[in-house]
């Protein structure tokens, strides 16, 4: 798997590394992850409901081909793309949902924060905060999009301008929040690729058989 840490960049260049990824794993090539910044942006998904943004936002609004409501995405934030053949993985998107889930709870579980699925939702909880929020897309079964969760506390200020996936009332939470200390960013990127790749082959089996 190729691992890609490209620092922070806009929306629209982070989608256009995604295209990229994405048409070489549909040619047989490396599945990959992405794993970055963004400048500051708001996301919602093709929907014709856009009552989870206010109109008044900062930053700019992008639509994507992803499922859900509005989230955000800025400096202080990891986002991971995830570009894998879900051909070759079960076509189960739900699955693919619990697979992320359990990524980043065992993320949170490395800096000591207990995180949890809430049921009858998408996204990583601590208790009654929502800290990660996922999104996906595919297209020919191979994935875009994927995860959000906020690592330091000034990724949470701009979560007040939108409702966040359309949930009224919830409290947005940052790792830097749950643990009361400062944490480098380097040193989260590296831990969220080492959960990713430790999870991946217990939880995706290669089910196509041999030709």
Same mark, same amino acid.
């Given at each position: 798997? @190729?691992?890609? &840490?490209?620092?922070?960049?806009?929306?629209?260049e982070? !989608?256009?590394?995604?295209?990229?990824?994405?048409?070489? %794993?549909?040619?047989?090539?490396?599945?990959? !992850?992405?794993?970055? /910044? =963004?400048?500051? %942006?708001?996301?919602?998904?093709?929907?014709?409901?856009? $009552?989870?943004?206010?109109?008044?936002?900062?930053?700019? %609004?992008? /639509?994507?081909? *992803?499922?859900?409501?509005?989230?955000? =995405?800025?400096?202080?934030?990891?986002?991971?793309?995830p570009?894998? #053949?879900?051909?070759?993985?079960?076509?189960?998107?739900?699955?693919?949902? *619990?697979? !992320?889930?359990?990524?980043?709870?065992?993320?949170c579980?490395?800096?000591?924060v207990?995180? $949890?699925?809430? /049921?009858?939702?998408?996204?990583?909880?601590?208790?009654?905060?929502?800290?990660?929020s996922?999104?996906?897309?595919? *297209?020919?079964?191979?994935?875009?999009? +994927?995860?959000?969760? @906020?690592?330091?506390r000034? $990724?949470?200020?701009?979560? $007040? =301008?939108?409702?966040?996936?359309?949930?009224?009332?919830?409290?947005?939470?940052?790792?830097? #929040?749950e643990? +009361?200390?400062?944490? #480098? &960013?380097s040193?989260?990127?590296?831990?969220?690729?080492?959960?990713?790749?430790?999870?991946?082959?217990?939880? &995706?089996?290669?089910?196509?058989?041999?030709?």
């Amino acid at each position: 798997m @190729n691992i890609i &840490f490209p620092g922070r960049m806009t929306f629209l260049e982070g !989608l256009a590394l995604q295209e990229s990824y994405s048409a070489e %794993v549909a040619r047989g090539g490396k599945e990959a !992850l992405i794993l970055l /910044e =963004h400048a500051p %942006v708001y996301t919602i998904g093709r929907t014709r409901d856009r $009552s989870s943004l206010s109109g008044a936002e900062p930053y700019p %609004v992008h /639509e994507t081909n *992803r499922g859900g409501q509005a989230t955000y =995405h800025g400096p202080g934030q990891l986002t991971g793309y995830p570009i894998l #053949d879900l051909n070759k993985r079960g076509r189960d998107l739900h699955a693919y949902l *619990r697979f !992320l889930e359990g990524v980043l709870i065992e993320f949170c579980a490395g800096y000591g924060v207990t995180a $949890s699925r809430k /049921e009858g939702l998408t996204g990583v909880w601590v208790g009654p905060r929502k800290i990660a929020s996922l999104g996906v897309g595919v *297209r020919k079964w191979i994935t875009m999009h +994927g995860f959000a969760i @906020n690592v330091q506390r000034g $990724s949470i200020e701009p979560f $007040s =301008h939108i409702t966040p996936c359309g949930i009224s009332g919830v409290q947005i939470t940052s790792l830097e #929040d749950e643990t +009361g200390g400062e944490i #480098d &960013f380097s040193d989260a990127v590296c831990k969220a690729a080492a959960c990713f790749q430790r999870e991946l082959p217990e939880l &995706f089996v290669d089910i196509r058989p041999d030709v």
